[in-house]
């Protein structure tokens, strides 16, 4: 590999252009203690060629949630990051301060490997800047204390961080023990870097989720009754974005199909106990027993089989089967005069 390319990434004033000062050994980016953004747009600069090293590439990107510009118009700038670092970077670091770890940061964190897409992580590595700040402090212990959403942003970018004290200058160690790290990296993804092709990806991942959860809003608002609609999408417990189905829900045809299963077990159970209370077991013919049949019933009073169906559904008539005689003409009397009278 002859080439090394580093992009840096973050929120304005986390110490990207210090760091890359730091990376280079050398006062090439500018720097201000201000609020003001210092980084307009993307610019590189690269480290001397040493023989039988790479040559490190350094390229820095306006803060992310810059106050100053739209966030549509900062993402356009920080993108041309990856044409600035043709062919691809081998590495992304993810600068963020030693402190106070603020919903301000996860919200720009989580735009960042948004706007990416899922494949960036690969390439990343977590730098803290102020390491300073730490004092006597091991980075290790900084970290059992953090916020648990920074603990899972590091896991997304495989364990991989490290700290920058960029005001020393003369610390040497803290530079090559980052670029061991980024190299042992690098290796592990056979030396390739993020290309064009996998921002594309990305950004075809996210119109893709936008379109489920659009369709999925679509299928609970369908779903909800008028007194629903009233009390919003929750009442389905279908949040914005959030796919129905991942919460435990089913279909309409499916919960149709599940509920009409229920209703023939429940119906065959009950004749099956109907059966078993009057003695006849599955498979023995009531008949032997001594009690009427449907059609010795129908025989007796001269009527047809296709009337004692009008009265009753056939899941019924079975049951009617097994009772006795005179259970059996009852409750046939009744369901006559029942349906005459409707």
Same mark, same amino acid.
């Given at each position: @590999?002859?080439?090394?390319?580093?992009?840096?990434?973050?929120?304005?004033?986390?110490?990207?252009?210090?760091?890359?000062?730091?990376?280079?050994?050398?006062?090439?980016?500018?720097?201000?203690?201000?609020?003001?953004?210092?980084?307009?747009?993307?610019?590189?600069?690269?480290? @001397?060629?040493?023989?039988?090293?790479?040559?490190?590439?350094?390229?820095?990107?306006?803060?992310?949630?810059?106050?100053?510009?739209?966030?549509?118009?900062?993402?356009?700038?920080?993108?041309?990051?990856?044409?600035?670092?043709?062919?691809?970077?081998?590495?992304?670091?993810?600068?963020?301060?030693?402190?106070?770890?603020?919903?301000?940061?996860?919200?720009?964190?989580?735009?960042?490997?948004?706007?990416?897409?899922?494949?960036?992580?690969?390439?990343?590595?977590?730098?803290?800047?102020?390491?300073?700040?730490?004092?006597?402090?091991?980075?290790?212990?900084?970290?059992?204390?953090?916020?648990?959403?920074?603990?899972?942003?590091?896991?997304?970018?495989?364990?991989?961080?490290?700290?920058?004290?960029?005001?020393?200058?003369?610390?040497?160690?803290?530079?090559?023990?980052?670029?061991?790290?980024?190299?042992?990296?690098?290796?592990?993804?056979?030396?390739?870097?993020?290309?064009?092709?996998?921002?594309?990806?990305?950004?075809?991942?996210?119109?893709?989720?936008?379109?489920?959860?659009?369709?999925?809003?679509?299928?609970?608002?369908?779903?909800?009754?008028?007194?629903?609609?009233?009390?919003?999408?929750?009442?389905?417990?279908?949040?914005?974005?959030?796919?129905?189905?991942?919460?435990?829900?089913?279909?309409?045809?499916?919960?149709?199909?599940?509920?009409?299963?229920?209703?023939?077990?429940?119906?065959?159970?009950?004749?099956?106990?109907?059966?078993?209370?009057?003695?006849?077991?599955?498979?023995?013919?009531?008949?032997?027993?001594?009690?009427?049949?449907?059609?010795?019933?129908?025989?007796?009073?001269?009527?047809?089989?296709?009337?004692?169906?009008?009265?009753?559904?056939?899941?019924?008539?079975?049951?009617?089967?097994? @009772?006795?005689?005179?259970?059996?003409?009852?409750?046939?009397?009744?369901?006559?005069?029942?349906?005459?009278?409707?």
């Amino acid at each position: @590999m002859d080439e090394l390319r580093i992009v840096l990434l973050g929120k304005q004033g986390a110490g990207k252009s210090a760091s890359g000062n730091t990376l280079l050994c050398k006062q090439l980016f500018n720097t201000a203690a201000s609020s003001e953004r210092v980084t307009q747009a993307c610019s590189s600069h690269s480290s @001397m060629s040493i023989e039988g090293k790479p040559t490190i590439k350094v390229i820095d990107t306006p803060g992310w949630c810059d106050s100053s510009q739209s966030e549509n118009d900062i993402k356009q700038e920080i993108i041309k990051c990856i044409h600035v670092s043709s062919p691809g970077p081998h590495v992304f670091l993810l600068v963020l301060l030693i402190g106070r770890f603020t919903n301000e940061e996860i919200n720009t964190i989580m735009n960042i490997l948004k706007e990416f897409g899922d494949e960036v992580t690969k390439y990343m590595i977590v730098l803290f800047t102020k390491g300073d700040d730490l004092e006597e402090k091991p980075i290790e212990d900084y970290l059992k204390e953090v916020h648990s959403d920074l603990k899972k942003i590091i896991q997304l970018c495989g364990g991989r961080y490290h700290v920058f004290n960029n005001r020393d200058k003369k610390n040497n160690n803290q530079v090559s023990s980052l670029l061991e790290k980024i190299h042992k990296m690098v290796e592990s993804n056979e030396e390739k870097y993020y290309t064009t092709t996998m921002y594309q990806k990305g950004k075809e991942q996210i119109d893709d989720r936008r379109r489920q959860q659009h369709d999925t809003k679509a299928v609970c608002e369908k779903r909800k009754t008028p007194a629903e609609s009233e009390n919003g999408s929750r009442s389905h417990g279908c949040d914005a974005g959030e796919d129905y189905e991942e919460k435990g829900g089913i279909s309409e045809d499916k919960s149709n199909e599940e509920n009409m299963k229920l209703k023939m077990t429940q119906q065959q159970n009950s004749s099956e106990n109907r059966s078993r209370s009057h003695g006849c077991d599955a498979g023995e013919d009531c008949e032997e027993r001594g009690d009427i049949s449907e059609e010795e019933y129908l025989k007796i009073h001269s009527l047809p089989s296709s009337n004692l169906h009008d009265f009753v559904p056939l899941f019924l008539v079975r049951i009617l089967e097994c @009772m006795p005689a005179d259970a059996f003409q009852t409750l046939t009397a009744i369901v006559k005069i029942t349906k005459c009278e409707t």
